[in-house]
């Protein structure tokens, strides 16, 4: 009896697809947890650009969720009343977005999730970057520059959120492998330049000449550290300096010198590829129309149905800089 | 000491009660019993030491030395809440309504009668309490009324009421009639009488010793913390009365000495506000003192607001020796030489938490001005210049308001009003809650100002403070001008025939 | 100036003066107890450094405290801070493709000009149409927030005129310019309040409103220049800001006006107007700023910072308290 139900309700859903397809448009919902910093900017503007969305299959909207839980619950709401075909979701933290993911699921709305986890196993699909694994690449050059010993400082996200957790679980994982590496002050500035800046003028008072690289868990704070040494009277160059993300301020950093990696986090994949994953699931045969899949050919597309894709990192260093740069300004060109 | 002749029960005794504060001997082992069915006045001027007994009675004040009893029973109180369950409740000098609650819900706040189960208000009981209580001291008012819609005089109603639902055995009251008309002073009185008769003793503070005289049967005189006597108002008169509160002799308490002309000087024309007053017209000449006489509530502090700009009139026109002038805000008057003591020092005169010099020198500050900045030694100047004319007494320039005494407060208001130099003097109620040294400098400060050619316009609602300062006397009734009466025809029975 | 006489009835001369200068000698017992506690407190590196960062603090706390002085509060000036600041970051960026690079001067002119137009909009509604100053400025805490993000496109503005930059890290001789101009802004601050009559009418309306009008004050306009003077600040501290941070962050200012209120309410200003000192406000400022400090120094986990930053400030009212509780 109940398999009875469950295969007409899949024959049901399959040919609503198959009408979907016949000629109407795609409604699809960007979630953003805040439109406010320039990842999530750039994340948009890259759906807006996504090919599908340029030429008219799918009738994309941006959300801006305002960096509150509660916001995304009811844009959820929203857009599963309103008979949104897919939602692109990016949870503001791990935890905080399950409730939304079930009412979509509720409404049979496909959910892919971009950058952020989401902790409920309704998840559609997942295309993201895995924060352990940049934590451990920054960790790594700072180490690496600083020819395997020596001491850093660590300068946190908000504690609690799983990018700090993630990051700093690969910041530890590198550092553990040099046992003349010493950590030397390790805490938060809540991903913010100017408290990023007047933590490490107190660490350069506290700890003289003794800190030899900075690990910040963003580029912003990377930054604020890096205009704190520079403030002090020192020199940038003798210090080991990285961030993640690869902001555009950042890249410019590495342009000059000033800081030595950024790894970037690629929106433009993470958004794009969530967009196929979603269309895969709405379009019968659908091939993937983003660049994303051609620039990692180690993320395979298979079909479009894995439940994880996992967006490499691109670390950003004086050699690359100048062309990820002018990528950059493209893509922010107005 | 016990002079009184009564021979009642004693229900309170207060046995050589000592205070300090920090070096000022505020009371010097004062000692006072008050008898059931008495109505017991408490009388010296301010700084006397009458307000720090009574709050030591309260439990305000801890005493350094001395005892109290009640029914008997040696007593002393940490806090008013104990005092209260003791049987003795204050009327406050300022009332302290919670404007947004009903009439019920103050008499009773924080003591409602709940319903079964203690969960809520039981309000059909606590107004049927309310207006149990009003009965009894024949007040009509609505216990559903919200305190915001009463007058003055019906909150300080409210506020004996409240003080009697305690059902003590002790009452205070601090400048009762304060706040309040004439013809509710009659209530009030009519309410002692009441009381008394119900064996409640009654201690009664008042600067008005006209008032001691109707309804206190025994006075005791307080002089600089000291006791100086008990004794029954039948056997004292009023002079006699007041030479025992201050050392001096008082030769009269008015002082008049201006002679007013017959040059006008400030004419207003059918100046009227909506709500407020009706159109009214006067002249006052140069050298005159003109009175304005009236109920509270009929207009008068109103007018003057109008006539000052501090609210804006609905038309008629001011004119100032004939020519006509704009008094928008208080700044234009100010301009045109008119100042403006107000009824109420501590809401609208002073800033109190502000110095002595600060408030002095408040509106004539823009005369010191040098380039962008303040000259300071002529403001201070001026400063010590206004202390010592009205002899403030005040330990430094840079004490607080706050600190000093309700004369002297008055005395900084005028002090700032002087250094403004005006021409033209709007005073409402200059003497409230003054002391009658204090009142007799304020007295001759605006006699001598009007006979330098200048004029006074002065509100009050004490009847013989009219008469005895006005040249001539206008009565205001029901927001409208009721009367004029000349100073040769002046008495208190025709003003109050004009005024009701 | 107009500090408060003591009230008769305190006890002896000296603890009058212990009582007087509270909040120096609180400032001192920290100092000294930092500076046991680690050698690098008292260098004077860490002391520019503490000076350095109490900057921005220290401008919106000056404009909080002719605020809070007539009695109102301002809850925008974190947004005015960023939105001037993002103004400034526009007209010196080479990489802000709206607006072209201009004279770093005019930049700053028209950066500050910026918060000082939004602190007015604040004046005129709170003194013409009397809407409170706490929903008022709570409004605007949150329409200048927009306007920031409006503006920059949510986009920090980066790849600033180096000229400009000198603002913020670049030295005065031995001072950071940072520093000085704080100083310079304090002094100047100071002066007004104390040495004209718009100061002393500041007081006065906190003071007494209605007696401040009645003795002929234009209530309206001192309370309307506060606020100006707030935006005014703001601005000027968001283009310090910007310039130490090399870019004009929208984020920038988030919360900055805990700090300010802290800082004037430790300073012994009452909330309720009136009553209190600019020199109060520094001292306050310093102290938020040596205890952050000494903090990071000690690392001592941020958590502890906040709860300490919070027992200050109600200790500094509670003693207050006592004190007008005495005084009855």
Sequence with gaps: MRKTVLFLAALLLVLSAGFAQAGQKYRIGGATYGLVGEYMKLWATALERHPAVVQGLVDLTIFDGRYDASVQQSQFETMSSQGYDAILFVPIDIEAGAAAVATAHANDVIVVGSNTRVNSDLLTAYIGSNDVISGYMEAKAVIAKMGGKGNVVIIE?????????????????????????????????????????????????????????????????????????????????????????????????????????????DAVSQAQGALDIALGYLVKDYQPMSDCWKDYPEMKWNGGKDKNYDVPWTPITKDNADEQWAKRQDLTAR | MTATGTDQEIILRMVNVDKRFHGVHALKGVSIELRRGEVHAICGENGAGKSTLMKILMGVYAAD??????????????????????????????????????????IFLGREPMTAGGLFVNYRSLNRMAQDVLARIKVRIEPTRKMKTLSVAEVQLVEIAKALSYDSDVLIMDEPTS????????????????????????????????????VADVVTILRDGEYIATKPTSGLDQDALVNLMISRKLEGQYVKENTPTDVPFLTVRNLRRRGKHEAVSLVLHRGEILGIYGLVGAGRSEFLESLFGVARPDGGEVLLEGKPVAHRTPYDSIRNGVAFVTEDRKNSGLALILSVKDNTTLTSIRKYHRGPFVNRRREMRDVLRAIDFFGIKTPSERQLVRNLSGGNQQKVVLGRWLLAQPSILLMDEPTRGIDVGAKREIYKFMSDFANEGNGVIMVSSELPEVIGMSDRILVFKDGRLNGEVSRAEASEELLMQIAT | MPEEASAPGKPGKFWTIVWELRIAIALIIICFALSLATPYFMRERN?????????????LSIGMTFVILTGGIDLSVGSMLAFGGVVTASFVSNAFKDIPSINPFLAIFLGLAAGTLLGAINGVVISKVKVTPFIMTLGMLSIARGMTYIYSNGMPITDLDKTFLQVGQGYASFLPIPVAIFLVAFLIAWVVLYRTKFGRYVYAVGGNARSARISGINVGFIVFMVYVISGFLCALAGTLLTARTSAGLPQAGMSYELDAIAAVVIGGTSMTGGKGSLIGTLLGVLLIG???????LLSVSSYYQQVCKGMIIVGAVMLDYFQSDSDR
Excluded: C
């Design chain 1, 157 to 265: 996200g908000p504690i609690g959120q799983s990018a700090q957790i993630e990051r700093r679980e690969g910041n530890l994982k590198a550092i553990a492998e040099y046992p003349e590496v010493k950590v030397l002050e390790m805490r938060t500035a809540n991903w913010s330049r100017a408290e990023a800046l007047a933590l490490m003028e107190n660490w350069l008072t506290a700890h003289p000449g003794q800190i030899d690289g900075v690990i910040g868990q963003n580029d912003e704070m990377a930054l604020g550290a890096v205009q704190a040494i520079k403030a002090a009277g020192l020199d940038v160059k003798d210090f080991a300096v990285a961030g993640i993300d690869g902001v555009s301020d950042a890249i410019m950093a590495v342009k000059n010198g000033e800081m030595d990696l950024s790894i970037l986090q």
């Design chain 2, 65 to 106: 030395s001395g005892d109290m009893q009640l029914n008997g029973h040696p007593v002393r109180f940490q806090s008013p809440r104990q005092a209260l369950d003791a049987g003795i409740a204050i009327i406050e000098q300022e009332l302290t309504p919670i404007p947004d609650m009903t009439v019920a819900e103050n």
């Design chain 2, 179 to 214: 706040a309040i008309g004439e013809r509710e002073t009659d209530v009030l009185f009519d309410i002692i009488r009441t009381l008394k008769t119900q064996g409640k003793g009654i201690f009664y503070i008042s600067h008005r010793l006209k008032e001691i005289f109707r």
């Design chain 3, 47 to 59: 002391l520019i450094n503490v000076l350095r960062q109490v900057s921005v603090n220290g401008l």
């Design chain 3, 290 to 296: 040596f205890i952050n400090n000494g903090l990071d």
